[in-house]
């Protein structure tokens, strides 16, 4: 955790790299917006590298933004408040049990500790399993702990984009990126944890592909 | 029939359908009262008695409320009893309206107008019940003006009428198509009987525990007179009777199973018109569709292993609306040769069944048999402290081993430059045809244990893919699933 965010390249078009602060210079410029992104689209040429589709890596892909890692380990914290206080409360209601499993308060302890380390530690590993890259004519998302998922969304499969944030991610300032398809499976792929500026620009980026005919 | 800014009424016939249709209701209700007439079943005959001043004073204030009228550039609804709704739908809107006639309609001579829009599955509007003749001319109104509005506008094929093209469509009739298929009656029995269906029996034996006379009063007055030897027999034997029992269960469903059949595919006729498929179909109730060719997402073609033994094949087409949430398997054909689908098939423009299939990796057969005998170990070592001689479920570890091995065998995949093709199943039989521009995503799977072993799963979706029955390559080697993910991807990039 904690590799800077900014000057690291997040979009990679058409050969060219663009940091953030390039970036930030498009979202500030808000008026000439729509004449780039035509003229960026015009520039792109469909280069398939095949190496792309069968990595089997994370390397060359973007990391999500560090903050998500944060708003994992809120919600999950929370989860396991709630566990905590359940078994708070049973040991409670247990306390004049004449055969308990162990001392009063040994178990919310034990649950409060296993809790606490997933808590910090699955966010960690989330973020550091997701991966994705917006190419010339497609999305790559490569995912998971230990169900590892490979996913190749061709940008003129998309129906449409959604970009939401909950109060958490708002707090943050990170957001979800949520890809609908009209395939079965697919038809709402979610690449959580963008910073938002950068969800809205990827919005923005794949939003110009959506057509008519995605079927 | 002018479109005007008269209000029309239902058929007045609707009240009598609906008065039919309420009454099996009235004598569930009452059927204590009917089973036994000294019964004082109080609760149900005030039941029975609320239902009626109810029901029958809303069937006829439906009617008489029910308004609606065709005007020259909308269809209007009022309808309602106690909520009062009124629907417009403008006609350059209706993407489609269906004429049903079950067969109470079909003895009245009446029909259920629904008419749909590109925005909801549903019906947006639905006029139950008017004349056959009114429901014509209502589509046919409807039909006419949607040509003025058009002739001004651009020609847009998808805003048309015809997407689903209509039941009991004397124009249908009219044109010529190349006739697809027809099924014989013959063949329609025949798919029956392949179709083994315990379900209504469980149905039916449960409504006849409702039923008077008692069944087993039945059975022992057909079993009267020279027969009563067989009677006492069976009595006595308890092994004979269960023996009995299940075969007459078995013969039933088996029956069932080929009246249902008769009743769906009667007299099936697929052709092709133009770029859409027509299908009619039934007996009790008619129906008539479409199948724009282009809304076809990929080819199903399902068996189990008895239809194979005996070479019969029933092909699926699925389809994609309008609406994306509004999927569907349509029935291309419910019972044929492979002769005959691979003939459809290649009409439809769909790859062949692919001669050769890619076998997956043998380890399949190991994680297959692993992972279910865990599932049952843990499962009969709970059921252990409650039946302690549980631990004779570990038998059925030899039966996972062979189910494994055919669900190995019956597992393949094949790619040509157009299609690609997925075959899966051991009892229901699928094989998926699925044309590389329909593809939708493209991924790859592995999970912890499939990495260690090095294998991954394939997947390519499309859209209105079932989520039960996948078409999913599962445990290839990590590299082939790679090497396919990227040619396939650069298949549907050059299409």
């Given at each position: 955790m904690g590799r800077p965010l900014r000057g690291r390249p997040i979009l990679i078009l058409s050969g060219e790299y663009r940091t953030i602060s390039m970036l930030e210079d498009d979202v500030s410029d808000q008026e000439s917006e729509g004449q780039h992104d035509a003229s960026l689209t015009a520039a792109r040429v469909p280069d398939l590298n095949r190496s792309d589709f069968q990595?089997?890596?994370?390397?060359?892909l973007q990391d999500l933004a560090p903050a998500i890692v944060k708003v994992w380990r809120i919600k999950s914290g929370l989860f396991s408040a709630v566990l905590v206080i359940i078994a708070v409360v049973l040991d409670i209601l247990n306390?004049?049990?004449?055969?308990?499993?162990?001392?009063?308060g040994v178990i919310p302890l034990v649950v409060l500790a296993i809790a606490l380390f997933f808590a910090l530690w699955i966010p960690r590993l989330r973020y550091k399993y997701w991966g994705y890259d917006l190419r010339a004519q497609e999305l790559l998302l490569v995912r998971g702990i230990l169900n590892r998922v490979h996913t190749i969304i061709p940008?003129?499969?998309?129906q449409h984009l959604d970009v939401s944030q909950d109060i958490f991610e708002r707090e943050f300032e990170v957001g979800k990126l949520i890809i609908h398809t009209a395939?079965?499976?697919?038809?709402d792929v979610i690449l959580p944890g963008l910073s938002i500026d950068v969800a809205e620009k990827l919005r923005d980026e794949m939003k110009e592909f959506i057509t008519d005919e995605a079927l | 029939m002018k479109p005007s800014d008269s209000a029309r009424r239902l058929h007045p016939l609707t009240i009598v359908q609906r008065l039919i249709v309420s009454t099996p209701a009235l004598i569930f209700i009452l059927l204590p009262i009917i089973r036994n007439?000294?019964?004082?079943?109080l609760f149900n005959l005030l039941f029975g008695a609320a239902y009626v001043m109810v029901v029958l004073p809303w069937i006829i204030l439906y009617y008489v409320r029910f308004r609606y009228w065709v005007t020259p550039t909308e269809l209007i609804i009022h309808s309602g009893v106690v909520t009062r709704r009124r629907r417009n739908i403008p006609v350059e809107r209706i993407q489609n309206i269906e004429i049903e006639q079950a067969p109470l309609q079909r003895i009245l001579g009446t029909a259920k107008v629904a008419v749909y829009t590109a925005?909801?599955?549903?019906?947006?509007g639905v006029l139950e019940y008017v004349s056959l003749k009114e429901a014509r001319e209502i589509r046919e109104v409807v039909r006419e003006m949607q040509q003025e509005l058009k002739s001004g506008t651009v020609?847009?094929?998808?805003?048309?009428?015809?997407?689903q093209e209509v039941l009991l469509d004397p124009e249908v009739k009219a044109h010529a198509g190349v006739e697809l298929l027809r099924l014989s009656t013959k063949r329609v029995l025949l798919a029956g009987a392949f179709k083994f269906s315990l379900l209504y029996i469980a149905a039916f034996f449960s409504l006849l525990q409702?039923?008077?006379?008692?069944p087993t009063v039945f059975f022992a007055w057909l079993l009267r007179g020279p027969l009563q030897p067989w009677r006492t027999t069976i009595e006595a034997s308890p092994w004979l009777a269960g023996f009995l029992g299940v075969f007459l269960a078995a013969f039933l469903g088996w029956l069932s199973g080929i009246l249902i059949s008769l009743n769906r595919y009667h007299r099936f006729r697929i052709e092709l018109i133009g770029d859409k498929l027509h299908r009619a179909h039934g007996l009790m109730t008619l129906s008539e569709g479409t199948i724009p060719l282009?809304?076809?997402?990929s080819f199903i073609i399902r068996s189990n292993p008895l239809m194979q033994y005996f070479g019969w094949y029933r092909l699926e087409l699925q389809t994609m609306g309008i609406?994306?949430?509004e999927s569907g398997f349509q029935v291309a054909i419910p019972f044929g040769r492979m002769t005959e689908i691979q003939h459809v098939l290649s009409v439809l423009g769909s790859g062949d069944m692919p001669p050769v299939w890619n076998p997956v990796s043998v380890l399949t057969i190991r994680r297959f048999t692993v992972r279910l005998s865990v599932v049952l170990i843990l499962f009969l070592s709970i059921l252990r402290i409650w039946i302690?001689?549980?631990?004779?479920?570990?038998?059925l570890i030899p039966i996972i081993f062979l189910f494994a091995l055919a669900r190995y065998r019956n597992m393949g995949y094949a790619h040509d430059s157009s299609t690609f093709s997925v075959r899966t199943g051991v009892f229901r039989k699928y094989v998926w045809l699925i044309p590389v521009e329909k593809m939708q995503t493209f991924s790859r799977r592995a999970s912890l244990f499939q990495r260690r072993l090095g294998l991954s799963t394939l997947y390519l979706d499309t859209a209105g893919a079932s989520p039960v029955s996948l078409a999913e390559v599962v445990d290839i080697p990590s590299s082939e699933a790679q090497e396919l993910l990227a040619s396939s991807y650069e298949r549907f990039v050059s299409s």
């Open positions: 990595r089997a890596s994370f390397e060359g306390l004049f049990d004449s055969d308990k499993l162990a001392p009063f940008l003129r499969r998309i395939g079965t499976r697919s038809s | 007439p000294d019964s004082a079943a925005g909801s599955a549903s019906a947006e020609k847009d094929e998808t805003n048309s009428l015809s997407e409702y039923i008077e006379p008692d282009r809304r076809i997402q609406n994306l949430k302690p001689p549980a631990y004779w479920g570990l038998l």
